[in-house]
């Protein structure tokens, strides 16, 4: 049904979480989590819809070695992934590597920071350039990969103890891009 409904309305990609059941996953679970990935993305296929697995805190694709299970068990021409930096580097990952290993599969980006915090998880997403994400090397290989997808830029929520509306924090996040990396926008 989102398939049909993103065929419609005109869209060209159906972004899929995984699983946040709070437990210890194990190997038959990330091999079932790719083959319901892949059932989805021939489904969604039928629609001329491209399906991409995207990796998350607090789900069953939340550390790079449970994406890399995951997408190793999904098939690669139904399944591509949706690379969250910010969750990526959270879970243990560098954001770069993850570009130059799935250059082949990934689909499109959320750019999104993320620093240490006084939270419940220990983490905050913040405005690009204000974390600990390295974009620098996110775009050069970007760049060395001849990425030609989308990169949406993204921040999850308001920042705790600091005073910006939505707009300032887009605002911030589009002067670095353009002024510190040099990215058109």
């Known amino acids: 049904a989102h398939a049909r409904y993103l065929h419609q309305a005109g869209g060209k990609y ?8 709070q437990k210890t996953y194990t190997a038959s679970d990330y ?14 296929a039928d629609y001329g819809i491209q399906t991409g697995f995207h990796n998350h805190m ?7 070695e449970q994406v890399d299970a995951i997408l190793d068990a999904a098939d690669p021409r139904y399944v591509k992934l949706e690379l969250d930096t910010g969750h990526y580097l959270q879970g ?6 993850a570009i130059q290993k799935y250059h082949d599969r990934l689909l499109f980006l959320h750019l999104k ?6 939270t419940k998880s220990g983490y905050q997403f913040v405005e690009l350039g204000q974390g600990r994400v390295n974009f620098v090397a996110i775009f050069d290989a970007l ?19 600091v ?10 996040s ?12």
């Open 14 to 21: 159906l972004r899929v979480i995984g699983t946040f059941a």
């Open 31 to 44: 091999k079932r989590e790719g083959l319901l990935l892949t059932e989805i993305g021939k489904r969604a």
């Open 58 to 64: 607090g789900s069953i694709g939340q550390t790079p």
């Open 92 to 97: 243990g990952g560098d954001p770069a590597e």
């Open 113 to 118: 920071d993320v620093e240490p915090a006084a």
């Open 143 to 161: 760049r060395s990969t001849n990425f030609r997808g989308w990169a949406v830029v993204e921040l999850d929520g308001e920042r705790t103890g």
């Open 163 to 172: 005073n910006r509306t939505p707009k300032q924090s887009a605002e911030l």
């Open 174 to 185: 589009k002067d670095y891009l353009i002024h510190k990396l040099g990215v058109h926008v």
